[in-house]
């Protein structure tokens, strides 16, 4: 009898144990090139989509060979704002930690297309 109390009380912990772990963060990876097409300077590829709590990384190249302007990368919502000069990647990383549809902009000309960033709940 001691030792089925001993098992139930395994099970009921292991049950505990999985059901109250929050789920890990993951790390999302991905990579944005700003183009010229039809001559908009434009980020692609888009949308990006994460889930909330990931910790995102971009890695944002600056690829325009038409004009030697430096351009930028900014999500506001999440305090991103980097100039990108053109054949020096540069990455920026942030914890996605609200739900929405962001806007992933040129801070530096605001007539060029961006791109979306969509963080879903868990």
């Known amino acids: 009898m ?7 009380g395994i099970v009921a912990l292991g049950v505990v144990l999985a059901v109250g772990s929050p789920p890990d963060a993951a790390a999302a990876d991905f990579t944005l090139v700003n183009i010229e ?19 995102v990384k971009i890695k944002a190249i600056n ?3 038409s004009d030697p ?7 506001e919502a ?4 980097q100039v990108v000069n ?18 992933i902009t040129c801070h530096l000309h605001p007539a060029h297309i961006g791109t979306q960033l969509i963080v879903q709940e868990q």
Do not use: M
């Not at 999440?78 to 704002?81: A, E, L, N, S, Y």
């Open 37 to 55: 097409f039809e001559g908009s300077k434009v980020w692609v590829p888009g949308p990006i989509v994460v889930k909330k709590g990931d910790t």
């Open 2 to 8: 001691h030792r089925l109390w001993i098992g139930c």
């Open 78 to 81: 999440f305090g991103v704002k």
């Open 63 to 65: 690829n325009v060979k």
């Open 86 to 103: 053109r054949g020096k990647p540069e990455t920026v990383e942030f914890q996605a930690d609200k739900a929405g549809i962001f806007p």
């Open 69 to 75: 302007a430096e351009h930028g990368i900014a999500i």
